[in-house]
């Protein structure tokens, strides 16, 4: 009886050291990962959902406030103007900027010279960092700048970049030309995977220029237009660094968008509590625009 | 012509009228976007070199009458601007990040590409379920998160949040997918360690997307402005966007366009030879984030 015990236990440690030395390694490599991903993201993803309910002070600690900050963030005008402005400047950036990379990509593609330059100059905006970009359209924007002067100049009125109507488009214009080469270099890298038989073929049964493009090109770069749209909404609905910078949400508001309002909440009126449960509530937002767009990514790599 | 030389025109085509006339058109707006796109990039670095009269002189002229290289000197030394320190501390923040990000993500990616793992599954999702979940709403817990943790004002601030990049270990884990198990199995059998394989067969191999890991560690630690200067609380600790952003472009900035110019030209100098040196790994890590089209 003994002896089958001790047989057991001895299989039973040889096995666990057997299990030990199976995921010593893998356990090694991976366990700094995990702690990292639990201080740095896992508990401030959790923590913000927590600390919308309390009411944030440094100095005589944090109470619990139940919903009152869920309840600040509905009383006043702020939350409808900054959603207002948040859904215009993500509209905005849709009809300026989103047509612009795929038709440039088409076109870089035909260019007989040139189009390793073409693709440089196209992505050297992105390259620079946006507040050198901020800092120059300023200057570019002014009464007194370029675009108003070359205006002038040719007999026009001047554009008041910074008035209330204007800034939001403004400031799309600027985003639209900082980003329109990355998202072209997208584009091009699939047009130019496109099987180029297929427009030997269309143009052998007289499909002309357009219909190629219409009947070949476009409906081949269809999904990734779509994904691409999906990833220029989610990052447009976030947006609030070139608002910050180049007006501060300023004239009048017209450039306050929710998240530079979060902003303003948490590290001006430093009322962290308040600003925690504006994040929570995007976040639940997002969640399901995230969601929407991964089913879509998943999709398209199996096809 | 071979179906492979054309693209959606053939050679056929441009001995057509209409499509000539059409492709023409079409190269002049890509000139004209091209002028687009490199003009302010030119009237910045022109301008920086103008008097401050003729920096608002109408009609405005392109290159400056005088190059006046004293608006970069005064950009140094007149404006309380501690540029190298700016400089040093962006250096700094990016091998840090380097560092910790390559050294921390790269294990973990190895392992659950190669290693055997208990609960494999659900440790994959514990990492990429993070990218879903966007970063901007969590920006205020963060920072609470580090304050409680004692992190402001240290660059401990950047480089451990650093290594947490979920995005990161997407992109090496798939390339760690790519290196046949055969290589590392016969490593093992030669009594290799599985520290000792990793350094000497995964990461050699690795070289290219570690060169994009790089790039894009690069220009996100140039680029961010924001963060640092919420973590941050000195001047002396700040890094060079975030000291762009709070004493030089500010709207209300006293400091004259021309050296304001000149401070801009200097600070995208260093990101564009970087670019232009390393644009394919650029493009590499471009097509790498995207889809497959």
Redesign the interface.
């Known amino acids: 009886m003994e002896d089958v015990h001790y047989v057991q236990t001895a299989a039973a440690k040889a096995s666990a050291r057997k299990k030990f030395n199976?995921?010593f390694?893998?356990?090694l490599?991976?366990l700094?990962?995990?702690i990292?991903?639990f201080?740095?993201?896992?508990?401030?993803?959790l923590?913000?959902i927590f600390?919308s309910f309390y009411n944030?002070d440094?100095v005589d600690g944090n109470h619990f406030t139940g919903l009152d900050n869920y309840i600040s963030i509905f009383q006043g005008e702020l939350l409808l103007t900054s959603i207002k402005n948040t859904l215009y400047y993500m509209l905005l950036g849709v009809v300026l900027g989103f047509w612009i990379p795929p038709l440039?990509a088409?076109?870089?593609?035909?260019?007989k010279w040139f189009q390793g330059a073409?693709?440089?100059?196209?992505?050297?905006?992105s390259?620079?960092?946006?507040?050198?970009?901020?800092?120059?359209?300023?200057?570019?924007f002014d009464a007194?700048g370029?675009i108003n002067?070359?205006l002038?100049?040719i007999g026009l009125q001047p554009i008041e970049f910074f008035s209330p109507h204007m800034s939001m488009i403004s400031i799309v214009i600027l985003e639209t030309?900082q980003s329109f080469?990355?998202a072209t270099?997208?584009?091009i890298?699939?047009?130019v995977?496109i099987p180029?038989?297929l427009?030997?073929a269309a143009?052998i049964d007289g499909a002309s220029?357009w219909q190629?493009?219409r009947h070949?090109?476009l409906p081949?770069?269809r999904?990734?237009m779509l994904?691409l749209l999906l990833l220029q909404l989610?990052t447009t609905s976030?947006g609030?660094?070139a608002q910050?910078?180049?007006?501060?949400g300023g004239p009048n508001n017209a450039t306050l968008t929710y998240?530079l309002w979060?902003?303003h909440t948490?590290?001006r009126d430093l009322n962290?509590g308040k600003?925690?449960a504006m994040?929570?509530l995007?976040?639940f937002v997002?969640?399901l625009l995230?969601?929407v767009y991964?089913l879509l990514?998943r999709r398209?790599?199996k096809a | 012509m071979k179906?492979?030389?054309?693209?959606?025109?053939?050679s056929?085509?441009l001995k057509k009228g209409t499509?000539i006339t059409?492709?023409t058109i079409?190269?002049l707006?890509?000139i004209c976007?091209?002028l687009?796109?490199?003009y302010?990039?030119f009237?910045?670095f022109f301008?920086s070199l103008k008097t401050r009269e003729e920096f608002?002189a109408?009609?405005?002229t392109f290159f400056p009458k005088e190059w006046i290289w004293k608006n970069y000197e005064d950009a140094w030394t007149q404006f309380d601007l501690p540029l190298l320190t700016f400089l040093k501390n962006t250096i700094f923040i990016y091998l840090g990040n380097v560092v910790f990000s390559l050294m921390?993500?790269g294990?973990?990616a190895?392992?659950?590409s190669h290693?055997?793992?208990?609960l494999k599954k659900w440790?994959t999702l514990?990492?990429f379920s993070?990218l879903?979940?966007?970063p901007?709403?969590?920006?205020?817990?963060?920072?609470?998160?580090l304050?409680s943790?004692g992190l402001i004002n240290t660059y401990w601030a950047f480089w451990?949040?650093a290594?947490?990049n979920?995005y990161f270990?997407l992109l090496l884990k798939n390339f760690f997918d790519g290196i046949h198990k055969e290589i590392l199995e016969a490593a093992r059998i030669d009594g290799a360690?599985?520290?000792i394989s990793?350094m000497r067969i995964a990461v050699p191999l690795s070289t290219p997307i570690i060169g994009t890991l790089l790039m894009l560690a690069f220009?996100t630690t140039?680029?961010d402005?924001?963060w640092p200067n919420?973590v941050m609380a000195d001047k002396s600790m700040y890094p060079?966007?975030t000291g762009?952003?709070r004493y030089?472009?500010?709207?209300t900035s006293v400091i004259p366009?021309s050296v304001?110019?000149a401070v801009?030209t200097m600070?995208?100098l260093p990101?564009?030879i970087?670019?232009?040196t390393f644009?394919r790994f650029?493009?590499r890590g471009?097509?790498a984030s995207?889809?497959?089209?």
């Open positions: 199976w995921y390694w893998g356990t490599f991976i700094p990962e995990i990292l991903f201080i740095f993201l896992w508990v401030p993803i923590k913000g600390y944030i440094f440039v088409i076109a870089v593609t035909e260019l073409a693709r440089i100059i196209g992505y050297l905006p390259a620079v960092p946006a507040i050198v970009l901020y800092g120059m359209w300023m200057w570019f007194v370029p002067s070359f002038q100049t030309w080469g990355a270099l997208i584009y890298a699939a047009i995977s180029r038989e427009y030997e143009e220029v190629r493009i070949i090109t081949s770069i999904t990734l994904l989610i976030q609030f660094q910050l910078s180049m007006t501060d998240l979060m902003n948490a590290f962290f600003a925690s994040g929570s995007m976040f997002l969640i995230s969601i991964n990514q398209s790599e | 179906p492979s030389e054309r693209g959606i025109l053939s056929y085509d499509v059409g492709y079409m190269v707006l890509m976007m091209t687009t796109i490199l302010p990039f009237n910045t301008s608002f109408f009609p405005p921390f993500i294990l973990a190895f392992a659950l290693l055997r793992l208990p440790v514990y990492f993070t879903l979940i966007p901007a709403t969590y920006i205020v817990p963060n920072f609470l998160n304050k943790l451990l949040p290594a947490a979920a270990m360690s599985e520290f990793y220009s140039w680029n402005f924001y919420i060079l966007a762009i952003y030089v472009v500010y709207p366009w304001r110019f801009l600070a995208m990101p564009v970087f670019f232009l644009q650029i493009v471009l097509s995207s889809v497959k089209g």
